[in-house]
C-alpha cells in the first residue's frame, strides 16, 4: 500500500495525523520550530551548550556538504557524502536537533526530539528508499547495497567521492546557506538566554 492509498483510505484524527506524517513541508517546518522553541525555551549551561552547538555545527555541515551534490529525483547522488550514507541530509537534521537539545540543557527538548524523529524519519526513509529504487533501478540497487541509511559505510565498501560540491546546487535545491544563517542565529538566541 502506497503513502498516498493509506491517507486516501484514513479517517479523522487517522487521516490528519498520516497527512502530517508524510507530508515533507511539514516535517521541515517541526524541525525549524522544534530549533526556534528550544532557543527560546533553553536555559544553556556553558559546557552542554559548547557542546551542543558543536553537534549542530557538524550537522549544518553535513546538511552543507550534502546539499551541494544531490539533484532531487533528476540524477542519483552517490559521490560525496551520498558515498558514506544514503541519507546525509537526515543524518545533518538528526545532529543539529541533538545539538540543539544538548545546547538547550532542557530533558523535554530531547523527549521531544525523539518523538519527532520517530514519527517522520522510518516512513520517509522508507518512501525515499523506494522512490528512487522506482526513479534509478539498477543503478540505486547496486549503490545502496552496501551504504547503510544513516550510518556511515567505510572502506572498501564506500562509494566514490570524485565529484565536485556547487554552492548553486546547495542555495538552489535546499536554501541550504539560508538555514544555515537561521541556524546561527538561532544558537545566538540560545547564548543570549
Known amino acids: 500500500m502506497s503513502r498516498a492509498d493509506k491517507v486516501s483510505d484514513a479517517t479523522g484524527l487517522e487521516k490528519l495525523?498520516?497527512?502530517?506524517?508524510?507530508?515533507?513541508q511539514s516535517r521541515q517546518w517541526f524541525a525549524v520550530v522544534f530549533v526556534l522553541l528550544v532557543s527560546l525555551l533553553g536555559q544553556p549551561l556553558p559546557v552542554l551548550f559548547a557542546t551542543g552547538a558543536a553537534i549542530a555545527a557538524v550537522g549544518a555541515a553535513v546538511?552543507?556538504?550534502?546539499?551541494?551534490?544531490?539533484?532531487?529525483?533528476?540524477?542519483?547522488?552517490?559521490?560525496?557524502?551520498y558515498a558514506y550514507v544514503r541519507h546525509p541530509l537526515y543524518v545533518g537534521n538528526i545532529l543539529l536537533l541533538l545539538g540543539f537539545s544538548l545546547a538547550s540543557s532542557q530533558w523535554w527538548s530531547?523527549?521531544?526530539?525523539?518523538?519527532?524523529?520517530?514519527?517522520?524519519?522510518p516512513p520517509t526513509i522508507s518512501y525515499e528508499d523506494n522512490k528512487l529504487r522506482d526513479i534509478f533501478g539498477e543503478?540505486?540497487?547496486?549503490?545502496?547495497?552496501?551504504?547503510?541509511?544513516?550510518?556511515?559505510?567505510?572502506?572498501?565498501k564506500a562509494g566514490s567521492v570524485k565529484s565536485s560540491w556547487s554552492f548553486r546546487k546547495s542555495l538552489m535545491q535546499n536554501a541550504e546557506p539560508v538555514i544555515v544563517v537561521y541556524l546561527i542565529g538561532c544558537l545566538y538566541l540560545l547564548y543570549t538566554n
Open 17 to 24: 495525523i498520516l497527512t502530517l506524517r508524510y507530508h515533507e
Open 63 to 81: 546538511r552543507m556538504w550534502a546539499s551541494g551534490y544531490v539533484m532531487k529525483n533528476k540524477e542519483l547522488a552517490t559521490t560525496g557524502p
Open 110 to 121: 530531547f523527549v521531544l526530539m525523539a518523538a519527532l524523529l520517530w514519527f517522520y524519519y
Open 139 to 156: 543503478e540505486w540497487e547496486a549503490w545502496s547495497k552496501n551504504i547503510h541509511a544513516l550510518l556511515p559505510t567505510f572502506g572498501a
